[in-house]
Nanobody, 116 residues
């Protein structure tokens, strides 16, 4: 099992940047994949970015070129660097961990608001 805690959300103006962090309660070295999802008010949760244990990444088309996911195994942390933020990026952002044989693990979420 693993507990996930997200931090770094907040209010930012359009065009601004934020970095989200997700700290895991155990080593992430062997976790198959970790990702960031988001859920805007009244909408379904959607994938933002994934990173595999080998470092391969995948992004939603809406954030490609603006967001970067990375992991620091030594710190048990996954990051989401978000640049050129738009109002449509406003959502609660959730960290996710996939471990083979177990249901997905989720953090409690961190709110991101992009507004002038």
């Amino acid at each position: 099992q693993v507990q996930l805690v997200e931090t770094g959300g907040g209010l930012v103006q359009p065009g601004g940047s934020l970095r989200l962090s997700c700290v895991a309660s155990r080593s992430i070295f062997s976790i198959n994949a970790m990702g960031w999802y988001r859920q805007a008010s009244g909408k379904q949760r959607e994938l933002v970015a994934l990173i595999s244990s080998g470092g391969s990444t995948d992004y939603a088309s809406s954030v490609k070129g603006r967001f970067t996911i990375s992991r620091d195994n030594a710190k048990n942390t996954v990051y989401l660097e978000m640049n050129s933020l738009k109002p449509d990026d406003t959502a609660v952002y959730y960290c996710n961990a996939l471990i083979e044989g177990f249901p997905p693990y989720w953090g409690q979420g961190t709110q991101v608001i992009v507004s002038s």
